[in-house]
């Protein structure tokens, strides 16, 4: 052979090896996975040329995280580019009616609270602040003439303008006592204690000069004992919306809210003339309402409907009612046995399109209008879509929403019905996602003991081998009205969790959405017992049918329910080499006891603890404290008032006098979820080191305050 063909040859060899190191793939770490950027929901322009979105840049060191705004063409005609620099993130963003300016909420130089800000966005230009309140701005929305906002706001009682509640403010701050005074139920709600403020609605005109005027405290029914919103998990929301000719706000409320000890709180859609008097109901149906949304003809109110009954869970349907007559609700999506997460209309109000979650995916599904059972248009190969929205005035129907899966970080994307697929409009993260050893969770079905289909996924780790063994990580999701997401997380990451070796298997039990309003009923009378059951045979499945399963190492992993689930494990079965719980009860009355709820414990379990229906106690894992054998890292938030830590430390208690091996991370600053970077990065190194410790035969963990988070 020539040397010049040696060493063309050898440079050829040379090239592929460095092609093939640099297509390398690497498993997935808390820093690539916290540090990388976050796409916002779209908001699409009316005309439907633009959408508007932010990327939020993290960072694990306090308030140097950056949230901007950005602006892409639906057309795809060009790269996104960034429309604010600003310390604060931008919140509540929406498009004016001509599609030429936004409205959002945010916190500026010189603003002590939230404040509304418009921005000219064809014409350049600084955001020009509207608000300079005293009680923070949330969630505007342009009246139809583009010419005045309505806002959301929490007001002191009897405080109808800025002065009052800057004086109930001062009054407040001058008390020389601290003490929180209640005389009804509900007292607090997921991490805050509740105080008197109450949701106002408040209206500001775009002149120079112009002042918000609050439309809904000076109203009788913001008089009523019991009068607020539907709570979210971080505030309060009427979800007020203008009626199509802007003289009336269409929201939801209700009466009911110091019931709440001793019955479900209905809520109603109520209409409120913005010139001054009082509120009428839309409808005599009482219940949960979710997302009013008039159609561009302004004839029909749409929302979502889910009536209040006996029941743990109840479908929230897609439903309308007559506009402006109002009167009894009509059902869109009929004989459909699924709940839709998000519904939009089409421009000429004949179709309209619905996202519904589905056995760990989120389908795409139109129906007319006029009633009828949806028809699926996509089911994606892997996960699904999210803030689906159609602008009202484009030129024809235009579909733009996100996409993402537990392998693809959400970006904007423009949808095709016809073709069934999806165009990206962003790719901000695709790039980094490719270079990560991840795959796409495996479905399969089993039928329960008690005749039931039961959905689940296995999650493979990195550089997976099936000729090898693995240990198997069991975790369940919370809810338990919820299911196992084929998303990404940050709360619990699946290919975090496994890339250090290990298979998962997530079980959609009895008790989780997406599979129909009767099975996730069938969990009323029966909170613990069936789904742990359900769990079990899970593992006997995936034993059965994946050989690569080392079925004598095995954890079980769980927050909130999944918690709850992992607490009936330690109680029921010795299988597991070890349990991780966060934020699990482990005692059915003393969590009805402490908890932010308590009526729908007792609709679960029977009726209240004292009328001794046996579920309170054989469906207790504390009950069976004798037989806890399983080492068990526990794990809460000191503002956790969901599942109290009062739970916890019980736990705690009960496994330290039965002397099993366990460790309790308290985490002060934190509620139901952690959410603090640095607090995430160190519960994943506590539960790495807790599985390699029972699983790989690792070291034990650290004695408290030893430990130290890899950086």
């Known amino acids: 052979?020539?040397?010049?063909?040696?060493?063309?040859?050898?440079?050829?060899?040379?090239?592929?090896?460095?092609?093939?190191?640099?297509?390398?793939?690497?498993?997935?770490?808390?820093?690539?996975?916290?540090?990388?950027?976050?796409?916002?929901?779209?908001?699409?322009?009316?005309?439907?040329?633009?959408?508007?979105?932010?990327?939020?840049?993290?960072?694990?060191?306090?308030?140097?995280?950056?949230?901007?705004?950005?602006?892409?063409?639906?057309?795809?005609?060009?790269?996104?580019?960034?429309?604010?620099?600003?310390?604060?993130?931008?919140?509540?963003?929406?498009?004016?009616?001509?599609?030429?300016?936004?409205?959002?909420?945010?916190?500026?130089?010189?603003?002590?609270?939230?404040?509304?800000?418009?921005?000219?966005?064809?014409?350049?230009?600084?955001?020009?602040?509207?608000?300079?309140?005293?009680?923070?701005?949330?969630?505007?929305?342009?009246?139809?003439?583009?010419?005045?906002?309505l806002f959301e706001t929490m007001v002191y009682p009897n405080a109808l303008d800025d002065e009052a509640n800057k004086k109930a403010i001062a009054a407040k701050k001058a008390r020389k006592y601290n003490v929180r005074t209640y005389e009804h139920f509900p007292i607090r709600y997921w991490n805050e204690w509740l105080d008197e403020r109450m949701p106002a609605i408040e209206v500001v005109g775009l002149e120079p000069g112009a002042k918000p005027r609050d439309i809904l405290s000076p109203t009788k029914l913001a008089h009523t004992p019991g009068f607020s919103g539907p709570e979210g998990e971080t505030s309060i929301s009427l979800s007020p919306v203008w009626s199509p000719d802007g003289k009336e706000v269409v929201f939801s409320a209700t009466v009911e809210r110091w019931n709440s000890a001793f019955s479900e709180v209905n809520y109603q859609l109520y209409r409120l003339p913005v010139d001054g008097g009082e509120a009428q109901p839309v409808t005599p149906a009482k219940g949960g309402f979710r997302s009013p949304t008039f159609s561009a003809d302004g004839k029909s109110l749409y929302f979502g409907y889910a009536p209040r009954t006996e029941e743990i869970y109840n479908l929230a349907r897609f439903s309308k009612v007559a506009w402006p007559a109002g009167g009894e609700i009509t059902t869109v999506a009929k004989d459909f046995d699924r709940e839709p997460e998000r519904f939009q209309i089409t421009p000429d109000g004949k179709t309209a399109y619905i996202l519904v979650p589905e056995a760990g995916k989120t389908n795409l599904y139109s129906v007319p209008t006029a009633g009828g059972k949806p028809a699926l248009v996509i089911e994606p190969a892997t996960g699904g879509y999210g803030a689906l929205t159609i602008p009202q005035k484009a030129a024809k129907p235009l579909l733009i929403a996100n996409y993402g899966s537990s392998v693809s970080p959400e970006e904007i994307v423009r949808i095709d019905p016809a073709a069934k697929t999806h165009a990206n409009l962003t790719n901000v993260d695709t790039a980094e996602a490719a270079t990560f050893d991840w795959q796409a969770p495996q479905h399969f079905w089993f039928t329960s003991a008690g005749g039931r289909q039961i959905h689940n996924m296995i999650i493979l780790p990195p550089n997976f081998d099936p000729s090898k063994k693995y240990p198997l990580l069991v975790f369940i999701h919370g809810g338990a009205a919820s299911m196992n997401a084929d998303a990404i997380g940050l709360r619990w990451n699946y290919h975090l969790l496994t890339a250090a070796g290990y298979v998962m298997l997530m079980t959609d039990y009895t008790g989780s959405t997406g599979f129909g309003e009767k099975f996730a009923q069938a969990i009323k009378l029966d909170p613990l017992k069936t789904p742990g059951l359900e769990i079990d045979q899970a593992v006997n499945e995936a034993l059965k049918r994946y050989a690569y399963i080392d079925g004598t190492k095995m954890c079980a992993l769980g927050a909130s329910y999944g918690g709850h689930m992992v607490n009936w494990l330690e109680a029921t079965t010795t299988r597991y080499k070890c349990l991780v719980s966060h934020a699990g009860e482990v005692d059915l009355e003393s969590q009805w006891g402490m908890s932010d709820g308590i009526y729908n414990r007792e609709v679960t379990n029977g009726g209240p603890p004292w009328e001794g229906n046996p579920i309170w106690r054989d469906q207790s894992p504390i009950t069976y404290a004798k037989n806890w054998k399983t080492p068990m890292l526990l794990s809460i938030g000191e503002r956790d008032f969901r599942v109290p830590i009062g739970n916890t430390l019980e736990n705690w208690s009960t496994l330290q006098r039965m002397k099993v091996p366990s460790r309790l991370l308290v985490w002060p600053d934190a509620w139901h979820w952690i959410l603090k970077p640095e607090d995430s990065r160190h519960f994943y190194a506590e539960v790495d080191t807790w599985l390699a410790h029972y699983l790989k035969d690792g070291p034990a963990p650290p004695s408290p305050g030893a430990m130290t988070t890899p950086k």
Do not use: C
């Open 1 to 149: 052979m020539k040397i010049s063909t040696l060493l063309a040859a050898v440079a050829v060899a040379v090239a592929g090896l460095s092609s093939v190191q640099a297509m390398a793939k690497t498993p997935l770490t808390h820093e690539a996975l916290w540090m990388m950027k976050r796409v916002g929901s779209p908001e699409v322009s009316p005309d439907g040329k633009w959408v508007v979105f932010s990327i939020t840049e993290p960072s694990y060191e306090p308030d140097k995280a950056i949230s901007d705004l950005w602006l892409v063409p639906t057309a795809g005609s060009a790269a996104p580019k960034r429309l604010t620099n600003t310390k604060a993130a931008e919140g509540g963003v929406v498009w004016s009616p001509d599609s030429t300016k936004i409205a959002f909420t945010t916190k500026r130089e010189g603003d002590e609270v939230d404040q509304v800000y418009v921005l000219d966005v064809i014409g350049g230009g600084e955001a020009r602040r509207v608000t300079s309140l005293a009680t923070a701005a949330t969630r505007p929305q342009w009246r139809p003439d583009g010419q005045a906002l």
